[in-house]
C-alpha cells in the first residue's frame, strides 16, 4: 500500500464531514504512519470543491516505486531546509532550528491529568513516568470543575495540588514539574475562572469542550474568543475533543490561527492516537502565521505521556520545524516563554 502524502489542506474543516470521512483505525499503524485508501469512505462534502476534507488532505503518491521518498509536502524551498545529515540525525542532543522535528526532540509534556480530577494515576507515577522516559519536564493540567468535568479541581483543590507540587519537585529534581490548569470555555468563548485565578497557575489550557451548532461562525467564534484571550497559553485541542464525539458545526480554522497568532496564543496538536489525524492539518499554515504549536499527548494516564511520540511523528509529516514547537524547548526556555511569550530566535 503506498503512503499517502501531504498537500495543502483546506482551512475550513466541516466537522461533520470529518466525522463521516475519518480515517479508520486500523490506518494507523504502529509507526504512526497514516497509509493510503482510506479517504474512499468519506461522504462527499462540497464546502470543500466536492471532495472530502480527508480526500483534500491526502492524495495516493503517483510514485509507487519510491514509496520512502514522499516525506516532503509538495512546497518548493521549505523541503531542503527539513533534510538531516547522518551527523543531525545522531545527535539527539543538538537540533538546528529548521530541522524537522522528531519525537528525540520533544523536552516535555505540557499536557497531563492526574488524579486529581479524571487521570488514572497519581501525580507522582505522572512524575516518575515522565522522568523514565527522559523527559525534561512535565507539566500537569488537570480540569477546573465545570458542567462537562464535574469531577475537576477547584481553587482549594490546586492550592493543595501546588503543595504536592512543590514536595515532588524537591523528591524529584530530574522533572521539572508545572502546574498548570486545563479550563473549557462556554458558549461565547469566555472562560470559567476569573484572571485572578487563572493567573495562579504557570500556564492555562483552554478547551471547548463539545458544542452544539450547526453552522460555521458560532463555533468559530466561540473558538476565536479563546484564542484571542491574553491569559490562555494554549488552545486545546482545537480541532474538537475526540472528534468523533463533536456534534457538529463548521469551523474556519484560518480564523482561528489568526487570532491565536495575533494573541500569542500557542496551538495544540493532539497527538492521541485514537483523534490526532486532523489536528495537523492545519499546522503548516499555523507555522507560516508564527504560532507557537505544542505536541500534547493528553495523557489521562502515564503509559500515554508516550504517545508524543506519534505527534512528533505527524509534526514532522506536517513539515513542522522545531522552532515551531513550544516543547522541543528546554525547560529553562519554556519558563521563559511562559513568562515573556515569545519563542527564542530561531
Ligand atoms: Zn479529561
Ligand atoms: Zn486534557
Same mark, same amino acid.
Given at each position: ?35 493510503? @485508501? ?24 503517483? &510514485? ?54 479524571? @487521570? ?12 523514565? $522516559? @527522559? ?16 469531577? @475537576?479541581?477547584? #481553587? ?22 508545572? &502546574? ?41 467564534? &466561540? ?20 472528534? #468523533? ?12 490561527? &489568526? ?9 495544540? $496538536? ?54 515551531? $514547537? ?21
Amino acid at each position: 500500500m503506498p503512503r499517502a502524502r501531504l498537500r495543502d489542506p483546506p482551512t475550513t474543516i466541516n466537522l461533520t464531514c470529518v466525522r463521516a470521512a475519518r480515517v479508520p483505525r486500523g490506518a494507523i499503524t504502529g509507526g504512526g504512519r497514516v497509509t493510503g @485508501g482510506h479517504a474512499a469512505t468519506g461522504t462527499p462534502c462540497h464546502r470543500v470543491r466536492g471532495e472530502t476534507p480527508a480526500e483534500a488532505m491526502f492524495e495516493q503518491h503517483p &510514485q509507487e516505486e519510491h514509496p520512502h521518498e514522499d516525506h516532503e509536502t509538495s512546497s518548493s524551498d521549505d523541503d531542503c531546509r527539513g533534510r538531516h545529515t547522518l551527523d543531525q540525525v545522531t545527535d539527539l542532543n543538538h537540533a538546528a532550528p529548521y530541522d524537522l522535528v522528531r519525537p528525540c526532540d520533544v523536552k516535555g509534556i505540557l499536557h497531563s491529568h492526574s488524579r486529581y480530577c479524571d @487521570g488514572a494515576h497519581t501525580l507522582e507515577s505522572m512524575v516518575v513516568t515522565a522522568r523514565e $522516559i @527522559g523527559l525534561e519536564y512535565l507539566g500537569v493540567s488537570d480540569h477546573f470543575r465545570s458542567a462537562v468535568h464535574r469531577d @475537576g479541581i477547584t #481553587l482549594d483543590k490546586a492550592r493543595s495540588q501546588r503543595d504536592e507540587i512543590e514536595d515532588l519537585r524537591r523528591r524529584y529534581p530530574e522533572v521539572d514539574l508545572l &502546574q498548570g490548569v486545563e479550563v473549557d470555555a462556554d458558549h461565547d468563548g469566555a472562560l470559567l475562572l476569573d484572571d485572578a485565578a487563572l493567573d495562579f497557575f504557570d500556564y492555562v489550557i483552554a478547551s471547548v469542550p463539545d458544542t452544539v451548532g450547526g453552522d460555521e461562525d458560532p463555533l468559530t467564534d &466561540q473558538i476565536v474568543a479563546v484564542a484571542s484571550n491574553p491569559r490562555v497559553t494554549i488552545l486545546g485541542k482545537p480541532v474538537g475533543d475526540f472528534m #468523533l464525539r463533536r456534534s457538529n458545526g463548521m469551523l474556519d480554522m484560518e480564523r482561528v490561527l &489568526q487570532a491565536a497568532a495575533a494573541g500569542g496564543t500557542a496551538v495544540e $496538536i493532539n497527538a492521541n492516537p485514537c483523534c490526532a489525524e486532523l489536528d495537523w492539518s492545519c499546522c503548516k499554515r499555523a507555522q507560516e502565521l508564527g504560532v507557537a504549536m505544542v505536541i500534547s499527548p493528553d495523557a489521562h494516564r502515564a503509559a500515554r505521556l508516550v504517545d508524543f511520540r506519534h505527534g512528533a511523528e505527524l509534526a514532522q509529516d506536517a513539515g513542522l520545524y522545531c522552532s515551531s $514547537i513550544l516543547n522541543t524547548l528546554s525547560s529553562a526556555e519554556l519558563r521563559r516563554y511562559l513568562t515573556t511569550g515569545t519563542m527564542p530566535e530561531p
